[in-house]
């Protein structure tokens, strides 16, 4: 059965905001990984929750560090 798109828009009730990141955060992570191993590129993944705690994710090989670091190096016009 499908739901259609439904309308995006902020969850207003911290509680809810919070368990749905949660379970949203574990897909988002589980993609890139398979992404990172499928195509062969380097990710990272950089996520606060409603509540602060970091989250993140890089690709399996490379340290969070040197990714973000090659991204910083690149010229302006290439981050797009």
């Known amino acids: 059965m499908n739901r259609g798109k439904g309308k995006l828009e902020k969850i207003e009730k ?7 990141y949660s379970k ?10 398979q992404v990172s191993v499928l195509c062969d590129v380097q990710i990272a993944v ?6 602060g705690r970091l989250s993140q994710f890089s690709s399996h090989n490379k340290r969070m560090e040197e ?5 910083a190096n690149l010229p302006d016009y290439l981050r797009d």
Request: charged share 25%; proline share 4%; no cysteine.
């Open 67 to 71: 990714i973000l670091e090659r991204y």
């Open 14 to 20: 911290l509680f809810g905001r919070q368990v749905t």
């Open 46 to 51: 950089v996520s606060f929750s409603p509540g």
């Open 24 to 33: 949203r955060k574990n897909g988002l992570m589980k993609k890139a990984y």
